[in-house]
């Protein structure tokens, strides 16, 4: 099929050229970002291959459908960046990349905790200055602390399986109850139980109307003090502001962000020559007690060849078939 590809970097085209060799794909690479602006790009191409900050709203879309765009790949399990209304109204088949690489970011998960908990990052800069002081490098062990995950699906049941080995006590909360993590944690009947109960919460549930600003000034009411926060999930999970306010009132003792909510215009890029001009993002920055990366804890050899593999796949399934195994459909996200 021919393809064009979204937001390509320089390790997207790598690993999909790779993998396109058992393929035979026309594949297309485009570094721009799609947005309304760039969505022409797509003329006469049958496929579209976008990751987590490509905008695929009903704008898009709609220009998309008069392109001849007739599926939407994702190269990302999330799928939120997509108005699947939308495209079902324009006829175009959405297909994701259900499960990658679970490890990835569950491994990055727990190096987050690990780093903030320990100081390493902290620790990494004072020593290539020659500054072996430790004072203010004081950690603490994960054995001494109660953690909860907050959504256990493949993410937060494989990051459960990790923590495992630390002797922490782990809790759970997800709206189904899976076994395989009820074996390696006590689920709780609520998200405010896990706030009253965990030193530390990781959050791996999608974001959805639901989880929206799951984490909120009213949530925030109900938590330990100094409770260390998790976020390598999506963005809009925490409401940023409410946040900041934690932090600066030490409600929140630590924050590890992998994602942010108005990401973006951010993320991906580099703009090391310019000026921020997100005064929220900027504020978050200045807490030494915050650890924020780029959207990157599914960024592994493995994962990557995965993504390829499985993107490819499902473009391949949807020429043949007409349909895709790993489609997502809004009937499903609304659980009907
Ligand atoms: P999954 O679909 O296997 O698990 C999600 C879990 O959340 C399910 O068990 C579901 O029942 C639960 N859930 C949904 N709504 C809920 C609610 N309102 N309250 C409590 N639980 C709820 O998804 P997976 O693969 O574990 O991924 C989780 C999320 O991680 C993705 O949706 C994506 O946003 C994020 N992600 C982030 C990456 C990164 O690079 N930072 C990479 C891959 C995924």
Same mark, same amino acid.
């Given at each position: 099929m021919k393809v064009a590809v979204f937001s390509a970097k320089p390790y997207d085209r790598a690993s999909l050229e790779r993998c396109n060799a058992t393929f035979g794909h026309e594949l297309h690479f485009f570094e721009a970002r799609l947005t309304i602006e760039t969505a022409? $790009? /797509?003329? +006469?191409?049958p496929g579209i291959c976008v990751f987590v900050n490509d905008r695929v709203d009903r704008h898009v879309l709609a220009r998309l459908a008069t392109s001849g765009v007739r599926i939407v790949a994702t190269r990302s399990a999330g799928y939120n960046q997509i108005d699947l209304e939308a495209a079902e109204r324009h006829g175009i088949v959405v297909v994701r990349v259900p499960a990658y690489s679970p490890n990835a970011v569950s491994e990055f998960t727990v190096g987050l905790i690990l780093t903030l908990g320990r100081q390493i990052h902290r620790a990494y800069n004072r020593v290539r200055e020659h500054n072996f002081e430790l004072t203010g490098l004081e950690g603490f062990e994960l054995r001494d602390k109660t953690i909860g995950i907050l959504g256990t699906g493949r993410i937060g049941t494989m990051t459960l399986r990790n923590l495992s080995g630390f002797g922490a006590r782990l809790l759970a909360y997800d709206v189904v109850r899976n076994p395989e993590a009820s074996a390696l944690a006590e689920y709780v009947d609520s998200p405010r139980e896990l706030a009253r109960q965990c030193d530390i919460i990781s959050l791996h549930v999608p974001l959805t109307p639901q989880t929206y !600003? $799951?984490?909120?000034e009213e949530f925030l009411r109900h938590v330990k003090p100094g409770v260390f926060l998790v976020n390598t999930s999506r963005g809009a999970l925490l409401e940023t502001r409410a946040v900041i306010e934690g932090l600066k009132s030490g409600v929140i003792g630590f924050l590890a962000i992998d994602v942010y909510e108005e990401e973006e215009d951010l993320?991906?890029?580099?703009?090391?020559?310019?000026? $921020?001009?997100?005064d929220t993002f900027a504020r978050l920055l200045t807490f030494p007690n915050v650890i924020v990366t +780029? !959207?990157? /804890?599914? $960024?592994t050899d493995h994962a990557l060849r995965t993504i390829a593999e499985t993107t490819l796949g499902n473009l391949r399934e949807f020429e043949e078939t007409g349909a895709c195994t790993n489609a997502v459909t809004a009937e499903e996200v609304r659980g009907e």
């Amino acid at each position: 099929m021919k393809v064009a590809v979204f937001s390509a970097k320089p390790y997207d085209r790598a690993s999909l050229e790779r993998c396109n060799a058992t393929f035979g794909h026309e594949l297309h690479f485009f570094e721009a970002r799609l947005t309304i602006e760039t969505a022409p $790009l /797509a003329e +006469g191409f049958p496929g579209i291959c976008v990751f987590v900050n490509d905008r695929v709203d009903r704008h898009v879309l709609a220009r998309l459908a008069t392109s001849g765009v007739r599926i939407v790949a994702t190269r990302s399990a999330g799928y939120n960046q997509i108005d699947l209304e939308a495209a079902e109204r324009h006829g175009i088949v959405v297909v994701r990349v259900p499960a990658y690489s679970p490890n990835a970011v569950s491994e990055f998960t727990v190096g987050l905790i690990l780093t903030l908990g320990r100081q390493i990052h902290r620790a990494y800069n004072r020593v290539r200055e020659h500054n072996f002081e430790l004072t203010g490098l004081e950690g603490f062990e994960l054995r001494d602390k109660t953690i909860g995950i907050l959504g256990t699906g493949r993410i937060g049941t494989m990051t459960l399986r990790n923590l495992s080995g630390f002797g922490a006590r782990l809790l759970a909360y997800d709206v189904v109850r899976n076994p395989e993590a009820s074996a390696l944690a006590e689920y709780v009947d609520s998200p405010r139980e896990l706030a009253r109960q965990c030193d530390i919460i990781s959050l791996h549930v999608p974001l959805t109307p639901q989880t929206y !600003h $799951l984490i909120d000034e009213e949530f925030l009411r109900h938590v330990k003090p100094g409770v260390f926060l998790v976020n390598t999930s999506r963005g809009a999970l925490l409401e940023t502001r409410a946040v900041i306010e934690g932090l600066k009132s030490g409600v929140i003792g630590f924050l590890a962000i992998d994602v942010y909510e108005e990401e973006e215009d951010l993320f991906y890029k580099d703009l090391s020559n310019r000026v $921020l001009t997100d005064d929220t993002f900027a504020r978050l920055l200045t807490f030494p007690n915050v650890i924020v990366t +780029g !959207h990157q /804890a599914f $960024l592994t050899d493995h994962a990557l060849r995965t993504i390829a593999e499985t993107t490819l796949g499902n473009l391949r399934e949807f020429e043949e078939t007409g349909a895709c195994t790993n489609a997502v459909t809004a009937e499903e996200v609304r659980g009907e």
